[in-house]
């Protein structure tokens, strides 16, 4: 994928969603692609996080191993398809991180990836890019937190 096809795909995503064109060149600058077959995990709950990634193509469930007593099990706490972002957010605190779910390819899946780090030195030499950062990153977690109760309340 050429990089103006990254930046068209950036602008699509839902994440990414009013960002300035300038911003999308930057962001692109850090990134590259990756493909997964189905059933494959682009990563498993207790990697070390380090990668941010949208959805080119494809559709990924996030899935978190439970243990209650003597039963054990998987909740999906998410669905996503094109245009959706995931990944270790707490890179972007310049800290180690473990994952807390696993994201498992439903179907062929294309995603951009970049690093979390790389982003926070954007976002720190950008102001405005880091606070707008911040506040879609506020809206995804609480809409992920909202996917984990009721996920959780399934159990």
Not at 13 to 34: G, P, Q, R, T, W
């Amino acid at each position: 994928m050429k990089r103006a096809d990254i930046e068209a795909t950036l602008r699509k995503c839902l994440f990414f969603k009013d960002i300035n064109n300038n911003n999308v060149e930057k962001i692109a600058a850090l990134c590259h692609m990756s493909e997964y077959k189905a059933g494959a995990s682009i990563f498993q709950q207790g990697d070390l996080g380090e990668y941010l990634y949208v959805i080119v193509e494809g559709y990924v469930e996030l899935e978190r191993s439970v243990a209650l007593t003597d039963r054990k099990g998987r909740v999906v706490i998410d669905r996503l398809g094109r245009n959706r972002m995931l990944g270790c957010w707490s890179t972007l605190l310049n800290q180690p991180h473990i994952v807390m779910s696993s994201a498992i390819c439903q179907k062929p899946t294309q995603v951009i990836v970049f690093k979390g780090n790389d982003l926070r030195r954007l976002m720190e030499k950008e102001a405005s890019l880091g606070f707008y950062m911040c506040e879609r990153l506020c809206f995804l977690l609480r809409d992920r937190i909202e996917h984990a109760y009721g996920a959780l309340e399934k159990i």
